[in-house]
């Protein structure tokens, strides 16, 4: 017996389109977070909201100013559509950065927030927005602190090859090296998509009592360095794909500032019952895989 889904998935973007192929019973809908018009029927009947659309970190650096807009006014936008329909959830993706730059030390949710990068200083304002609205019982908003999610997209199209490890997976398979810009000593905490996922799944029906201010770090509880990732990604290449593309990088500069430690906690997010499933490998090797398929090699 098929099994059938918990919900029925309404996608919204800035055109209407076909459902896509992973989700092909889902029902989609045009709308702009800069039309609060067009939001309104894109919020009727929904009884949960999940919120990413936003600027991306180098969109944000280029430009600034349209980062606020697209990203803080635009969420207050979709999150007072989906309060004038009765909208129960709101779900808004931040980013581990609202902490400042570098990450480093240990990292809870008590952690004061000191955003210096655009893409940052846009999410922190639309945090504000969602948690007031949390506070005032208007919706029950959650704020999810993402740290580095990657993964294979679900189409090689999604623009989010800018993500560390998945820029590092593509450039394996498309030049068969690995060229990073720093030292790599700095440290990351990376989760898989898989799990990413499973977060959002568990945080839609969490009960309101586990839900508490609303602010919940996701990340994948370890922490390793960008250059031991590059390595990782080179073995996969090699077991997945036949072949370890060269590593290059700057000559590490002993005592440098990247060597900090970092500690990000998801203990608040376990302590509702969350536990992390994803296996490391497993989601370098699919999108290996999917550049393989989607680029071609070198």
């Known amino acids: 017996m098929a099994h059938e889904p918990s919900y029925i998935v309404r996608l919204g973007s800035r055109k209407a389109q076909v459902a896509p192929a992973w989700l092909p019973d889902a029902e989609t809908v045009a709308m702009d977070v800069l039309e609060p018009a067009s939001l309104s029927a894109a919020m009727r009947d929904v ?22 807009l697209v990203n803080t006014l635009g969420t207050l936008n979709v999150l007072r559509a989906a309060i004038d329909e009765g909208v129960e959830r709101f779900i808004y993706f931040s980013t581990a950065h609202v902490y400042g730059a570098p990450l480093a030390g ?4 008590l952690t004061l927030p000191r955003p210096i990068h655009p893409y940052a200083i846009s999410h922190k304002g639309a945090e504000d927005y969602v948690l007031a609205a949390h506070d005032q019982e208007r919706v029950r908003g959650v704020v999810v602190r993402l740290s580095n999610g990657f993964g294979m997209p679900t189409h090689p199209a999604v623009d989010r090859w800018t ?25 990351r905490d990376f ?5 990413v996922g ?5 945080l839609l029906d969490l009960p309101m009592q586990s839900v508490g201010n609303g602010v919940f770090n996701v990340g994948g509880d370890s922490s390793i360095t960008v250059w ?10 090699h077991a997945t794909l036949g072949y370890r593309p060269k590593l290059e990088r700057p000559e590490p500069r002993p005592g440098g500032i990247n060597s ?12 509702t019952g969350f536990s992390l499933v994803g296996d490391l490998c497993d989601e370098i090797d699919m999108t290996l895989k999917l550049c393989k398929q989607a680029f071609g090699d070198a």
């Open 191 to 195: 989760i898989t998509l898989r799990d």
């Open 260 to 271: 900090a430690e970092l500690h990000y906690k998801i203990d608040k997010l376990k302590q």
């Open 106 to 109: 240990e990292i809870t949710e």
């Open 47 to 68: 009884r949960a909201v999940i919120h990413l659309a936003a600027m991306n970190e180098n969109e944000c650096v280029a430009n600034p100013g349209k980062s606020v």
């Open 198 to 202: 499973n977060a959002v799944a568990h």
């Open 163 to 187: 993500l560390l490890a998945n820029d590092l997976c593509r450039q394996a398979v498309t030049t068969r090296r690995i060229i990073l810009r720093t030292d790599g000593l700095q440290q």
């Open 228 to 237: 031991d990732m590059a390595n990782k990604i080179a073995d996969r290449c």
